[in-house]
């Protein structure tokens, strides 16, 4: 009967390590889900931020280059293949763009389709004048150093120059 009154007393302070364990298990699990769901937004809303500021900067360019091709001036500039094979180009672009997946998706589809558009901005830049500059890259970075504000300037003298001629509008 005194055995029985020790161990009522002391179990109690045998399992006081494994008790305190499984409460700070259970306080952090829960703690830990809050807080990954918290940090996953965060994660997914920059990350998409990203992805689609350079997929809006492109898709804002073939707007421009949309505008300057069918300006006069693009035109009777010599050759009609030049603009021919730009407007061909800036079609398959657009096509490009539109089939952006909109939705959170599991794969890499995005990364080739990315690849794909950037490519392809690269030569419509090219065949409209700009010769590839101002173009972001993968990572929301410049492809080379300062271009984009040179290609900024450049679209603005070419957009202006349109203007005066009176064959740019939106």
């Not at 302070?13 to 937004?41: A, P, V």
């Not at 949309?66 to 094979?85: E, Q, Y």
């Amino acid at each position: 009967m005194a055995n029985q009154l020790v161990d009522e007393l002391f179990d109690p302070l045998l399992n006081l390590e494994e008790s305190f364990y499984k409460e700070g298990h259970e306080q952090g699990y829960n703690d830990g889900l809050i807080q990954g769901e918290i940090e996953g937004r965060r994660f997914g809303l920059e990350n998409a931020y990203q992805r689609f500021r350079d997929l809006g900067i492109i898709s804002g360019r073939c707007l421009l280059w949309r505008a300057l091709l069918s300006s006069p001036s693009s035109s009777s500039s010599g050759t009609d293949t030049v603009p021919a094979k730009a407007e061909k180009q800036l079609a398959r672009l657009e096509s490009l763009l539109a089939q952006v997946p909109m939705e959170n998706s599991e794969g890499g589809d995005f990364d080739t389709l990315w690849l794909k558009i950037k490519n392809k901005a690269k030569v419509v830049s090219t065949l409209v004048g700009e010769g590839g500059r101002g173009l972001v890259g993968v990572d929301g970075e410049e492809d080379r150093d300062g271009e984009i504000e040179s290609g900024e300037r450049h679209l603005k003298r070419k957009i202006a120059a349109a203007q005066e001629e009176g064959g740019l509008d939106f």
